[in-house]
């Protein structure tokens, strides 16, 4: 039981919000590029908020169900229907046996998270889930979707009926040029004055050379960040929304699957809470970095760690009731 | 511990602090790095998450939400750490595990030994012998999955990387890159000089710890024969296998 695979989409893999403790082992966290989406997703369903779900990538797949289930999509607006209709995203939706799950054009955003409730039924490896594309591991047998795959889901028992809707304030607004919040990196002082400017005014490009273990940028008027200290940097750890500035002075974005220890300057490390505006950016779109406290950054992290578990407690209790409730 | 007021905590964006033992590279600090993370790990604090040492520092992830009463999580951690710090004892009897990593040299399992012997004005077997007598240090695993960073090659053999990557390195290929050799675990694109294969699996996910070799692990790399070579493949194969 569980979805097939009709047609498997650009890039659509398993994840999870990540590994943990496997940094030693030069092993990546992986997991959902946004994880906000993939964490409201299955919150809506009563899931636990790491359960696997379905990273689709600006195409994506056809899924056949088995059997009823409730869905939920979140993140990118990838333009889902069912057997033709139309279905909204942040909100549960039920899709019933030998339907077909489709999506259209990429109207906002660049990935969307599909949900379903129990969770899709993969092994943990490494106390994980997710998919490592570079590793071999974890998720679908330790690759992307294919023509023809089973994808089995965990066997509960799934609801009547719901119809829980999030108020606006939960649900991102994606933008072709956001503003992604950045707290300065350890060698940012390195840089030229005149580059610690243009790094806060410059508009960046994402260039095609981006997946998902960094971004790589291009200033907008190809102006190169500069350091007038060139003295290498030893290779140390960095972390997911590090920012390195290569010697050619074009910035990278790190991003889930990074390696754990880096040689480059770092200028920059994106908010936490951004960076599911990163990972919402297709190649093509425009950035601009907006200087952030480290307080500011932790504050506005807490909030937004708070606000899940609420939110998280609220639904588990709603799908407990035998029928459903308005969420606004 | 001697120079522990040389050590600079900083924040690594708003959920990693980097713990830096120094600005330089020294082999004197590995002790202080190890048994740092030893530390930590035996006696985690509120919200750790993990370490990731690495040559001069180590850098320790943690979860701001547990200390959401205080005006900075960081400064928080900054303390907790510095206390951590003054309560470290430095082990000087290092209980080094040594591995002995059996390589087949040349041929189709090292296709640039000849290159790098011509490099030198030396024979392969001059290479083979050099690169096997010597004694390695595992300094830290990055880059990719299990990819361990190891000191220790002696000058003479170093050999600049190869102007255009492979695309595809076969997984257990031992290379020379710049003044370090290395294993790739995984089949990898790479730069570095292939000299040989070891037929040692070094990546196994489903087992924990999940790498062959770890941080500070002694290794030395003895020569095989291509029959040796497929006779502990088989081997290897019915280890991991069952």
């Not at chain 1, 599911?276 to 779109?285: F, L, R, S, T, V």
């Not at chain 2, 511990?1 to 980097?18: F, R, T, W």
Request: charged share 20%; aromatic share 10%.
């Amino acid at each position: 039981m569980g979805f097939l695979v009709v047609r498997p989409g650009l890039l659509t893999t398993i994840q999870d919000t990540g590994r943990m403790n496997v940094g030693k082992f030069g092993v990546a966290s992986g997991g959902a590029m946004d994880p906000y989406s993939l964490r409201v997703a299955n919150l809506l369903l009563g899931n636990p908020q790491s359960a696997p779900a379905l990273e689709i990538t600006l195409i994506g797949p056809e899924l056949v169900a088995q059997r009823d289930y409730w869905i939920s999509i979140c993140g990118g607006d990838l333009s889902p229907t069912i057997d033709g209709e139309e279905i909204p995203l942040w909100r549960p939706v039920q899709i019933l046996k030998g339907q077909s799950l489709r999506f259209g054009p990429c109207v906002s955003g660049f990935r969307g998270y599909l949900a379903v409730n129990g969770g899709f039924s993969v092994p943990s490896v490494l106390k994980g889930t997710g998919t490592d594309l570079r590793g071999k591991m974890g998720g679908f047998q330790g690759r992307a979707l294919g023509k023809g795959d089973w994808l089995p889901v965990v066997n509960v028992e799934q609801m009547p009926r719901c119809s829980f809707r999030l108020g606006k304030e939960w649900i991102p607004h994606w933008q072709e040029s956001p503003k992604i919040r950045v707290i300065h990196g350890a060698e940012f002082s390195s840089f030229t004055i005149q580059s610690q400017q243009d790094f806060f005014t410059d508009v960046f490009q994402v260039t095609p050379r981006s997946d998902r273990m960094g971004y790589r940028l291009q200033a907008r008027d190809g102006s190169p960040l500069l350091r007038h200290l060139q003295e290498d940097v030893i290779s140390s750890g960095v972390v997911t929304g590090t920012i390195q500035v290569p010697p050619d002075g074009q910035p990278i974005v790190l991003m889930a699957d990074c390696q754990t220890v880096g040689g480059y300057p770092r200028i920059g490390v994106v908010a936490t809470v951004d960076l599911p505006k990163m990972a919402q950016c297709k190649p093509g779109d425009y950035v601009t970095f907006e200087e952030i406290t480290l307080e500011e950054a932790q504050d506005l992290y807490i909030h937004q760690e708070r606000s899940l578990r609420i939110l998280g407690m609220y639904l588990e209790r709603e799908w407990r009731k035998p029928s459903c409730t308005q969420l606004t | 511990m001697a120079g522990k007021d040389q050590i600079n905590i900083y924040p690594l964006g708003d959920c990693a602090v980097v713990v830096e033992f120094a600005t330089q590279m020294n082999n004197s600090l590995y002790p202080y790095i190890t048994a740092f993370t030893d530390f930590i790990e035996s006696q985690p604090f509120p919200g750790f998450i993990e370490c990731i040492p690495s040559y001069t520092s180590v850098s320790v992830l943690y979860d701001p939400y547990a200390y959401l009463q205080y005006p900075s999580p960081f400064q928080e951690i900054k303390k907790i750490l510095l206390k951590k710090i003054e309560q470290l004892t430095i082990d000087s009897q290092s209980k080094a595990r040594h591995i002995t990593i059996p390589v087949c040299y040349g041929g189709e399992w090292g296709p640039d030994l000849s290159c790098v012997a011509a490099y030198h004005g030396i024979s392969e077997e001059e290479v083979i012998h050099i690169h096997s007598s010597a004694y390695y240090q595992v300094y830290m695993l990055g880059f990719s999955p299990g990819f361990p960073y190891i000191g220790g090659m002696p000058k003479k053999i170093s050999t600049p990387r190869k102007s255009t990557p492979r695309l595809k390195v076969p997984s257990g290929s031992v290379g020379i890159g710049g003044e370090q050799t290395g294993i790739y675990p995984l089949e990898t694109p790479g730069g570095w000089n292939i000299i040989g294969q070891t037929p040692f699996t070094l990546f196994q996910p489903e087992h924990m710890p999940p790498t062959l070799l770890q941080r500070g692990d002694q290794v030395t790399f003895v020569p095989i024969t291509q029959e040796e070579f497929v006779k502990i493949q088989r081997e290897e194969k019915l280890k991991w296998d069952f």
